[in-house]
Protein backbone atom coordinates (compact mmCIF):
# COMPACT_ATOMS: atom_id res chain seq x y z
CA UNK A 1 0.00 0.00 0.00
CA UNK A 2 2.54 2.65 0.89
CA UNK A 3 4.02 1.60 -2.33
CA UNK A 4 1.37 2.42 -4.44
CA UNK A 5 0.41 5.66 -2.64
CA UNK A 6 3.68 6.39 -2.70
CA UNK A 7 3.94 5.92 -6.69
CA UNK A 8 0.62 8.20 -7.00
CA UNK A 9 2.11 11.33 -4.99
CA UNK A 10 4.88 11.08 -7.60
CA UNK A 11 2.61 11.18 -10.50
CA UNK A 12 0.59 13.49 -9.11
CA UNK A 13 3.55 16.04 -8.67
CA UNK A 14 4.69 15.34 -12.11
CA UNK A 15 0.95 15.24 -13.86
CA UNK A 16 0.03 18.77 -11.74
CA UNK A 17 3.38 20.52 -12.77
CA UNK A 18 2.93 19.82 -16.42
CA UNK A 19 -0.60 20.48 -16.51
CA UNK A 20 0.03 24.05 -15.29
CA UNK A 21 2.93 24.62 -17.41
CA UNK A 22 4.88 26.19 -14.36
CA UNK A 23 8.25 25.59 -12.51
CA UNK A 24 8.75 25.37 -8.34
CA UNK A 25 11.65 25.48 -6.65
CA UNK A 26 12.50 22.56 -4.07
CA UNK A 27 11.94 22.68 -0.88
CA UNK A 28 13.39 20.17 2.27
CA UNK A 29 11.22 17.81 3.28
CA UNK A 30 10.00 17.28 7.02
CA UNK A 31 7.28 16.16 8.98
CA UNK A 32 6.88 18.39 11.30
CA UNK A 33 8.16 22.47 10.55
CA UNK A 34 7.63 24.40 13.89
CA UNK A 35 8.82 28.05 14.89
CA UNK A 36 8.07 28.30 18.32
CA UNK A 37 9.21 32.17 18.16
CA UNK A 38 6.23 32.73 15.70
CA UNK A 39 4.06 35.42 17.09
CA UNK A 40 -0.01 34.05 17.40
CA UNK A 41 -0.64 37.00 14.25
CA UNK A 42 2.53 36.30 12.07
CA UNK A 43 3.18 39.66 10.26
CA UNK A 44 1.25 40.43 7.10
CA UNK A 45 3.44 39.65 3.78
CA UNK A 46 4.78 42.53 1.60
CA UNK A 47 1.61 43.69 -0.69
CA UNK A 48 1.66 43.40 -4.20
CA UNK A 49 1.82 47.17 -6.13
CA UNK A 50 -1.69 48.24 -6.82
CA UNK A 51 -2.80 47.45 -10.23
CA UNK A 52 -4.11 50.77 -12.59
CA UNK A 53 -6.37 51.22 -14.99
CA UNK A 54 -9.38 50.75 -13.17
CA UNK A 55 -11.97 53.40 -11.89
CA UNK A 56 -11.53 54.27 -7.74
CA UNK A 57 -15.50 54.89 -7.60
CA UNK A 58 -18.45 54.25 -9.15
CA UNK A 59 -22.24 53.87 -8.80
CA UNK A 60 -22.34 50.50 -10.57
CA UNK A 61 -20.38 46.97 -11.26
CA UNK A 62 -19.78 48.12 -15.19
CA UNK A 63 -18.65 51.95 -14.00
CA UNK A 64 -15.73 49.79 -13.04
CA UNK A 65 -14.77 48.35 -16.25
CA UNK A 66 -13.05 49.79 -18.97
CA UNK A 67 -13.78 49.04 -23.35
CA UNK A 68 -10.94 46.85 -22.96
CA UNK A 69 -12.64 44.52 -20.11
CA UNK A 70 -15.21 42.34 -19.40
CA UNK A 71 -17.06 41.09 -16.52
CA UNK A 72 -17.20 37.43 -16.43
CA UNK A 73 -17.85 36.38 -13.08
CA UNK A 74 -20.03 39.04 -10.58
CA UNK A 75 -20.89 38.17 -6.85
CA UNK A 76 -22.65 40.26 -4.32
CA UNK A 77 -22.71 39.96 -0.37
CA UNK A 78 -21.74 41.84 2.59
CA UNK A 79 -17.76 40.83 2.48
CA UNK A 80 -16.42 43.66 5.16
CA UNK A 81 -19.32 42.98 7.83
CA UNK A 82 -20.67 46.64 7.41
CA UNK A 83 -24.18 46.06 6.45
CA UNK A 84 -23.76 46.85 2.74
CA UNK A 85 -23.43 44.97 0.12
CA UNK A 86 -20.56 44.89 -1.89
CA UNK A 87 -19.35 42.87 -5.26
CA UNK A 88 -16.30 40.85 -6.53
CA UNK A 89 -15.89 41.03 -10.01
CA UNK A 90 -13.95 38.78 -12.04
CA UNK A 91 -12.62 40.74 -15.03
CA UNK A 92 -10.59 39.24 -18.39
CA UNK A 93 -9.50 41.33 -21.70
CA UNK A 94 -12.34 40.82 -24.86
CA UNK A 95 -9.37 41.05 -27.17
CA UNK A 96 -7.06 38.18 -25.84
CA UNK A 97 -8.65 34.59 -24.74
CA UNK A 98 -5.42 33.50 -23.16
CA UNK A 99 -4.61 37.12 -21.00
CA UNK A 100 -4.74 36.46 -17.36
CA UNK A 101 -7.85 37.76 -15.35
CA UNK A 102 -8.03 40.45 -12.44
CA UNK A 103 -10.60 40.46 -9.58
CA UNK A 104 -11.74 43.67 -8.33
CA UNK A 105 -13.15 43.68 -4.88
CA UNK A 106 -15.28 46.64 -4.69
CA UNK A 107 -17.00 47.97 -1.51
CA UNK A 108 -19.97 50.03 -1.12
CA UNK A 109 -20.45 53.26 0.40
CA UNK A 110 -23.75 54.22 2.56
CA UNK A 111 -24.14 56.92 -0.02
CA UNK A 112 -25.07 53.58 -2.29
CA UNK A 113 -21.70 54.48 -4.10
CA UNK A 114 -18.90 51.52 -4.74
CA UNK A 115 -15.23 52.28 -4.28
CA UNK A 116 -12.34 49.91 -5.50
CA UNK A 117 -10.69 48.68 -2.14
CA UNK A 118 -8.41 45.21 -4.07
CA UNK A 119 -7.26 44.46 -7.04
CA UNK A 120 -5.57 41.15 -7.62
CA UNK A 121 -4.36 39.29 -10.74
CA UNK A 122 -3.06 36.28 -8.90
CA UNK A 123 -6.19 34.96 -6.49
CA UNK A 124 -8.18 34.01 -10.03
CA UNK A 125 -6.09 31.65 -12.32
CA UNK A 126 -5.49 32.13 -15.75
CA UNK A 127 -8.47 30.50 -18.03
CA UNK A 128 -6.23 28.83 -20.27
CA UNK A 129 -2.78 26.76 -20.44
CA UNK A 130 -0.46 27.58 -22.79
CA UNK A 131 -2.01 24.99 -24.90
CA UNK A 132 -5.15 26.87 -25.46
CA UNK A 133 -6.79 24.60 -22.94
CA UNK A 134 -9.26 25.57 -19.90
CA UNK A 135 -8.26 24.61 -16.96
CA UNK A 136 -10.82 24.57 -14.68
CA UNK A 137 -14.62 24.09 -15.56
CA UNK A 138 -17.16 25.77 -13.77
CA UNK A 139 -15.12 27.94 -11.65
CA UNK A 140 -17.02 30.36 -9.56
CA UNK A 141 -16.75 33.17 -6.65
CA UNK A 142 -19.59 33.98 -4.02
CA UNK A 143 -19.10 36.34 -1.38
CA UNK A 144 -21.20 34.36 1.84
CA UNK A 145 -20.72 35.11 5.71
CA UNK A 146 -17.95 37.97 4.98
CA UNK A 147 -16.33 35.07 3.06
CA UNK A 148 -14.97 35.35 -0.40
CA UNK A 149 -15.04 31.71 -2.27
CA UNK A 150 -13.11 31.26 -5.23
CA UNK A 151 -13.83 27.60 -6.27
CA UNK A 152 -12.71 25.63 -9.30
CA UNK A 153 -13.12 22.15 -10.41
CA UNK A 154 -11.52 19.85 -12.86
CA UNK A 155 -10.67 15.95 -12.70
CA UNK A 156 -7.53 14.12 -12.79
CA UNK A 157 -4.54 15.56 -11.60
CA UNK A 158 -5.27 18.97 -11.92
CA UNK A 159 -8.14 18.86 -9.63
CA UNK A 160 -10.57 21.25 -7.43
CA UNK A 161 -8.89 24.09 -6.09
CA UNK A 162 -11.21 25.71 -3.22
CA UNK A 163 -9.93 29.01 -1.70
CA UNK A 164 -11.05 31.56 0.77
CA UNK A 165 -10.41 35.06 1.91
CA UNK A 166 -11.60 37.05 4.34
CA UNK A 167 -11.21 41.05 5.84
CA UNK A 168 -9.16 41.15 8.56
CA UNK A 169 -8.03 44.81 9.61
CA UNK A 170 -8.85 46.06 6.63
CA UNK A 171 -6.77 43.34 5.07
CA UNK A 172 -8.39 40.79 2.96
CA UNK A 173 -6.16 37.39 3.70
CA UNK A 174 -6.17 33.67 2.64
CA UNK A 175 -8.03 31.70 5.77
CA UNK A 176 -8.04 28.81 3.36
CA UNK A 177 -7.71 26.37 0.93
CA UNK A 178 -8.87 22.88 0.15
CA UNK A 179 -7.85 20.58 -3.04
CA UNK A 180 -8.69 17.24 -4.09
CA UNK A 181 -6.73 15.68 -6.92
CA UNK A 182 -7.53 12.29 -8.82
CA UNK A 183 -4.48 9.85 -9.56
CA UNK A 184 -3.92 6.05 -10.61
CA UNK A 185 -5.05 4.04 -8.05
CA UNK A 186 -5.43 6.75 -5.15
CA UNK A 187 -7.30 9.92 -4.42
CA UNK A 188 -5.81 12.59 -2.55
CA UNK A 189 -7.23 15.83 -0.69
CA UNK A 190 -5.55 18.62 0.84
CA UNK A 191 -6.95 21.28 3.71
CA UNK A 192 -4.84 24.10 4.56
CA UNK A 193 -5.44 27.23 7.37
CA UNK A 194 -2.20 29.57 6.47
CA UNK A 195 -3.34 31.64 9.70
CA UNK A 196 -3.29 28.07 11.90
CA UNK A 197 -0.26 26.50 10.40
CA UNK A 198 -2.11 23.68 9.92
CA UNK A 199 -2.01 21.12 6.66
CA UNK A 200 -4.29 18.06 6.56
CA UNK A 201 -3.70 15.40 3.84
CA UNK A 202 -5.96 12.37 3.13
CA UNK A 203 -5.24 10.07 1.07
CA UNK A 204 -7.85 7.38 -0.65
CA UNK A 205 -6.40 4.00 -1.94
CA UNK A 206 -9.00 3.05 -4.68
CA UNK A 207 -6.93 -0.03 -5.30
CA UNK A 208 -8.84 -2.41 -2.59
CA UNK A 209 -12.34 -2.91 -2.21
CA UNK A 210 -13.02 -1.08 1.30
CA UNK A 211 -10.92 2.16 -0.47
CA UNK A 212 -9.30 2.89 2.91
CA UNK A 213 -8.24 6.23 3.43
CA UNK A 214 -5.38 7.25 5.89
CA UNK A 215 -4.87 10.87 7.21
CA UNK A 216 -2.13 13.09 8.10
CA UNK A 217 -1.30 15.95 9.80
CA UNK A 218 1.43 18.56 9.42
CA UNK A 219 2.52 21.83 11.41
CA UNK A 220 3.84 24.70 9.52
CA UNK A 221 4.87 28.29 10.25
CA UNK A 222 1.74 30.28 10.54
CA UNK A 223 1.37 32.41 7.94
CA UNK A 224 -0.79 35.47 6.88
CA UNK A 225 -1.29 36.06 3.08
CA UNK A 226 -2.68 38.98 1.34
CA UNK A 227 -5.43 39.06 -1.22
CA UNK A 228 -3.55 41.43 -3.37
CA UNK A 229 -0.41 39.57 -3.23
CA UNK A 230 -0.56 35.53 -3.68
CA UNK A 231 -1.81 32.84 -6.05
CA UNK A 232 -3.53 30.15 -3.84
CA UNK A 233 -2.57 27.77 -6.32
CA UNK A 234 1.20 28.79 -5.51
CA UNK A 235 0.60 28.21 -2.34
CA UNK A 236 -0.73 25.06 -2.21
CA UNK A 237 1.97 23.55 -4.16
CA UNK A 238 4.72 25.38 -2.33
CA UNK A 239 2.93 23.45 0.65
CA UNK A 240 2.86 20.65 -0.45
CA UNK A 241 6.45 20.16 -1.40
CA UNK A 242 7.84 21.63 1.74
CA UNK A 243 6.26 18.23 4.18
CA UNK A 244 6.89 14.95 3.75
CA UNK A 245 4.06 12.96 2.01
CA UNK A 246 4.93 9.69 1.94
Do not use: W
Request: aromatic content about 10%; hydrophobic content about 30%; glycine content about 6%.
Amino acid sequence: MKKIITLFVVCFLTAYSCHKNETNGSHPKTDTITNSTTPQTPPIQEVAEQISGFPATGKKASDFVSGTYEIQYEAEGDLNQDGLPDLALVVKKKADTLAGRTILVILKNPDTTYKLDKVSTKAFPDEYNGDGYKMHDPEDISIEKGELHINLYDIGPNGNLFSTFKYLNNNLILTYIETYNMGAGSHQALYYEPMKGKLVQEVTNTMEEDTPTTSKTFHLKKENYRFESISPDNIIRKVYGSVDVE
